[in-house]
């Protein structure tokens, strides 16, 4: 019973209640001596947050402390202060993010680099609380390295269906549609990185992708499904790389068929 009532006695998670708790971190970095500079990130950094957002947050450390002692700390605050529940660390680039799961079901990722790269990364939203930024450091995924994994998931997903590892050949052709998303990404523009721009694609990039949907775990319904998804990843090769289209179209093709029959 005790345990129901503290339940009920949770804060309802709102917006005011995510500007509450990114207030409270803030305040904190402005009091941490090893804390350089903080930026908003994600989507209050765009101005598009909702009660379905994450508090995200970018901190610069002082190049004379060791990040593992801050992490070590905002950790043991997030469990105490904030109600955290499990975390998972991320690295990007320089930066290390630590995402934290909160009991009222809020995610809060706290990001953390040295002084000297505290700055924007890729093309996420950055904007500048206090302190001094680094200039923004570009990098998107390789076009070239998601055609390779690419046609090596079309093989994998031919040979796990053979091979009657049903789940497994799901996976790969999921992967294969998410790669072919995102080299259409690449090729308009939009943010590549976990699906962020595929819905702003335009209808006739997205179409033969959903028909590549797997729809259960039949192998002929696998088989159709990758031989839609394999179609999808050879047409947008027409368009962001045409070489590569003409090599791949017949072998993708022939294991496409092979599967089929």
């Not at 309802?12 to 509450?20: A, G, I």
């Not at 706290?110 to 700055?119: E, V």
């Not at 694609?201 to 319904?221: H, K």
């Amino acid at each position: 019973m005790g345990r129901l009532r503290r339940l009920r006695r949770r804060p309802r998670l709102t917006v005011e209640r995510l500007h509450h708790i990114r207030t409270q971190l803030i305040s904190r970095a402005r009091h941490d001596a090893r804390i350089t500079a903080a930026a908003l990130t994600g989507s209050a950094a765009r101005d598009a947050e909702d009660r379905w957002s994450d508090v995200d947050l970018f901190f610069g450390v002082a190049a004379s402390v060791p990040i593992p002692d801050v992490l070590a700390d905002w950790t043991a605050y997030a469990y105490a202060e904030l109600g955290a529940v499990h975390h998972f660390d991320l690295q990007a680039g320089p930066a290390t993010y630590r995402a934290f799961l909160l009991a009222e079901l809020l995610e809060v990722d706290l990001g953390f680099a040295s002084a000297p790269d505290f700055g924007p990364l890729g093309d996420g939203a950055f904007r500048l609380l206090f302190g001094e930024a680094a200039p923004r450091v570009l990098g998107t995924a390789d076009p070239d390295h998601l055609i390779g994994l690419a046609w090596h998931h079309v093989l994998h997903a031919r040979n796990s269906i053979e091979r009657g590892a049903l789940w497994q050949a799901e996976y790969w052709i999921s992967a294969l549609r998410d790669h072919t998303l995102t080299l259409a990404c690449l090729r308009l523009g939009l943010p590549d990185a976990y699906a962020k721009g595929a819905d702003r694609l335009p209808p006739e990039v997205t179409a033969p992708v959903r028909q590549a949907l797997v729809r259960s775990l039949d192998p002929a319904e696998l088989a159709r499904a990758l031989g839609a998804a394999t179609e999808a990843l050879l047409g947008e090769l027409q368009e962001t790389d045409a070489a590569a289209a003409r090599r791949l179209e017949q072998p993708l093709r022939a294991l496409s068929r092979r599967t089929a029959g």
